[in-house]
């Protein structure tokens, strides 16, 4: 028996010891690849030596002779900290995740093979202008020279991640950085999807007034009735509408309906600041990543200083200020894209229709290389509409007849993009005459320019607008017949049919992704916008004041108050408040009344620490499962988050949209108030499976947390809780401090898409403006910097965005000389 003992005692400690020392060595490899901010490194390709002083939030202020060298180091800061997350976007771009990821990507590569977005850069490289051809060159050197220091130094190639994902790190390339902005656009992109669903939807929903209560027209001057999907494309009936298409692989790069791009911005001039210059704020939405996709710098070019949020393998501040100007960007909505029905033929389906008659497509070949499997050959095929999709993505399989495929055009597959000169050039403008003549180089994606300097302010849409014929029979909304010459895209209209909004005289101008225009087609820009909601709130909180100033504009920034709560809680709750006997305790009944009573006295403040904001958003979210699931069947799980304006339209029964309230399979006629009375109950069982029954000590925080979440390695257990960073925030939907929630089960109210970058902008003192992340700057989870700004950002507060050196330095946490070789 002593003998098994020590045995045991043995075994403990030699398990123990091992343990011990296979974490200590996971740990050293990890942290070699943490990047010494205070040392000298020779580097070849600089034209002179380079200081890159890092203050105490880790962002890198570029000291440099010329502005070559000032974008050389930029490369080098950037690949100093986030190396993993840009070779995962290159990669993305180029369609070659599979090669680390094996099976699980296959899907991702072949759409981003189909759509040849990487090819597409390469072509566009050529057409940059002198200077951001040299800025991309240098760039990409820096990039290089960091490269080559990781494997001179053994410095742990990198990041943790590629000893997990291990694989040689490509030298970077000018076209990788053009590929950069492909895929945002294409992680902006969203017409297509709702093309799609409107489609699907009308198939399903005959009367054209449901289908406008479901997918309404902003409000204003609406357009004229639309034929029935199924009269447009013969074939796309009942047969296809539930046809389920395969599930959103692993990093797929195209955003679920409803995610696909949001951001506020809003600029007033002198006659409306307090301090008689310029104001600006803004803050970019996008989905929320650990690290996030924003990454803070300020470099020194011959105009003066920048500073502001970059994305990694961009040579380009996408939205900041320098000494001379300011600029944010939002989420135009502007409809750059078009599915096209192509008709096969059915003697050659190598053949499609055209208006001259059958053409052969545009074939080639791809490879795709898979990790731990053969590897795939892809046939790629283009009509004279753009890529061929299959269709098992995006839905496309439900509304395309047999005997059909469907083309995607869209303003990002041009050859000729010279949006990266556009960015590069916008550093250097001297006022917003000269940023809005510069920003004619925008092509995809398409945004609201907001910039102001001392003395001006402006907005404008930039990008690309698709000319559509006038008789186009869908007039984009749907998928429209590829060989009906009305409804081909004609080119692009001229810069100048692009809305401009400069000095208006109310002194203010500002987007939340909200209508913008209303112009009759085919100048209107969009039917579908991002946001009906924020933009009331923001008219209340701008006119609400004379004049405002810097922290008036960050109070706006961040708002929480649900102007969609206060107008439909009186709506909905018309019947069922103070109504009926008290009820006793513990039944659904004085559940109901409890809950009921907590939202009478509720001011619509979506705060983390109150109950209220959960009980309404399962109210609101169960209420609209009620409404349409009897209707639309399957298709109601397209619908995942909350439609205000079909809520309204139901319950002010605007053209007969009450008619949603009646259960179709049920003999009784259920009225609005029997609705809101069930979906109540819905949520309240909800709640108390989920949080308990005490429901004034529910926290919206606990269920709105914020996911900043490991693109790769946030699913892996135990790893998981050092990667990912959680918190608890206010906010939702339809705030101006949005935070929108995935609508997916279990956790529907996560905040899964949001502000992750935010700058406020004061020209009557510049350097008292100020900027903050989600997360941090370091990609590096051992890194300090990797959620510093987080505990900053969910509290509402900043740090100073300064151009003045001597700040910098004295507050730097390092010192890297980058010195010629």
């Not at 389906?349 to 074939?363: A, C, L, N, S, V």
């Amino acid at each position: 028996m002593a003998l098994i003992f020590r045995a045991l005692v043995w075994l403990t400690t030699a398990a123990l010891v091992i343990g011990v020392v296979a974490a200590v060595s996971i740990y050293y490899l990890a942290s070699r690849s943490l990047p010494d901010y205070d040392k000298v490194i020779p580097v070849s390709g600089l034209t002179a030596d380079v200081e890159i002083v890092r203050d105490n939030s880790g962002v890198p202020h570029i000291f440099p002779a010329s502005d070559r060298d000032a974008f050389f180091a930029l490369g080098y800061a950037h690949a100093q900290d986030r190396l993993w997350q840009m070779t995962l976007m290159r990669r993305t771009a180029q369609g070659r995740l599979s090669e680390l990821f094996g099976s699980r990507t296959v899907e991702n590569d072949k759409l981003l093979r189909r759509l040849d977005l990487y090819p597409l850069a390469v072509q566009s490289v050529d057409v940059q202008d002198a200077r951001t051809r040299d800025a991309l060159d240098a760039y990409a050197a820096g990039v290089n020279a960091r490269i080559t220091e990781i494997n001179r130094d053994s410095l742990g190639r990198g990041a943790p991640e590629f000893f997990m994902f291990n694989a040689p790190i490509a030298p970077w390339q000018p076209a990788d950085s053009l590929a950069m902005i492909k895929l945002m656009a294409l992680q902006l992109s969203g017409h297509l999807s709702e093309e799609v669903l409107r489609a699907r939807t009308s198939l399903l929903l005959p009367d054209e007034n449901r289908l406008a209560d479901l997918l309404p027209d902003i409000p204003g001057q609406g357009v004229a009735a639309l034929p029935e999907y199924a009269a447009l494309v013969p074939g796309a009936d009942a047969a296809t509408r539930f046809a389920q298409a395969d599930p959103d692989p692993m990093l797929w790069p195209v955003p679920r309906r409803g995610l696909a791009g949001a951001s506020n911005a809003w600029a007033a001039d002198a006659s409306r600041s307090a301090t008689g210059s310029t104001l600006m704020a803004n803050d970019p939405h996008l989905g929320f990543t650990a690290p996030a996709i924003w990454y803070l710098a300020r470099i020194d070019l011959s105009v003066g200083g920048v500073i502001g949020a970059t994305i990694p393998g961009i040579p380009a501040i996408m939205a900041g200020r320098s000494e001379n100007i300011a600029w944010g960007v939002t989420s135009s909505y502007l409809d750059d894209q078009d599915v096209f029905i192509e008709e096969l033929n059915s003697d050659n389906p190598e053949q499609y229709r055209t208006p001259d008659g059958f053409k052969e497509f545009i074939t080639r070949r791809s490879i795709i290389e898979i990790k731990d499997a053969p590897p795939v050959t892809l046939t790629l095929r283009w009509s004279d509409n753009g890529p061929i999709l299959p269709g098992t993505r995006f839905d496309l399989g439900t509304i395309t007849p047999p005997g059909h495929v469907t083309a995607l055009s869209w303003t990002a597959l041009s050859p000729r993009d010279t949006s990266m000169t556009a960015a590069v050039n916008l550093m250097y403008a001297g006022s917003v005459e000269e940023a809005l003549d510069i920003s004619k180089g925008y092509v995809a994606p398409s945004q609201n320019l907001t910039v102001i300097d001392a003395d001006s302010i402006a907005m404008k849409v930039i990008g690309a607008l698709p000319r559509r014929d006038d008789s186009h029979q869908s007039q984009g909304r749907l998928p429209s017949l590829g060989w009906r010459p009305e409804n081909r895209w004609q080119g692009m209209f001229p810069d100048d049919s692009n809305p401009v909004f400069l000095n208006p005289t109310g002194g203010i101008v500002g987007n939340t992704n909200n209508k913008s225009v209303d112009r009759p087609f085919p100048l209107h820009l969009s039917f579908d916008w991002g946001d009906s909601q924020r933009v009331m709130r923001w008219q209340g909180l701008m006119q609400g004041r004379e004049v405002h100033t810097r922290d008036s504009f960050v109070e706006a920034q961040l708002d929480t108050v649900s102007i969609t709560a206060r107008a439909l809680l009186p709506l909905i709750g018309a019947d069922l408040w103070f109504t009926g006997e008290a009820a006793p305790e513990g039944t659904p009944e004085r559940l109901r009344q409890r809950a009921l009573d907590l939202l009478a006295n509720w001011n619509g403040e979506m705060n983390e620490h109150l109950p209220e904001p959960l009980i309404y958003s399962a109210w609101l979210r169960a209420l609209q499962e009620r409404l349409i699931r009897d209707d639309l069947g399957p298709l109601a799980s397209e619908f995942t988050h909350v439609e205000p304006l079909f809520i309204e339209r139901v319950y002010r029964d605007v053209d007969g949209a009450s008619a949603w309230c009646d259960i179709i399979r049920s003999a009784a006629v259920e009225s609005c108030s029997d609705i809101a009375r069930l979906a109540l109950d819905d949520a309240l069982v909800w709640i108390s499976e989920t949080y308990g029954t005490a429901l004034e000590s529910l926290r919206w925080g606990d269920a709105h947390q914020a996911t900043h979440d490991h693109a790769v390695l946030g699913d892996v257990p135990i790893l998981r809780y050092f990667v990912n960073i959680r918190q608890s925030t206010s906010g939702g939907d339809h705030t101006l401090m949005r935070g929108r929630v995935s609508g997916e089960d279990p956790n529907p109210f996560h905040n899964v898409h949001g502000a992750g970058y935010r700058g406020v902008y004061d020209f009557a003192d510049p350097d008292s403006s100020v900027f903050i992340l989600s997360t941090g700057q370091s990609g590096h989870f051992l890194s300090r910097h990797y959620d510093d700004m987080g505990i900053l950002w969910r509290r509402g507060e900043y740090i100073p965005m300064s151009l003045d050196a001597d700040l910098a330095r004295a507050a730097s946490v390092g010192i890297t000389r980058l010195v010629r070789e």
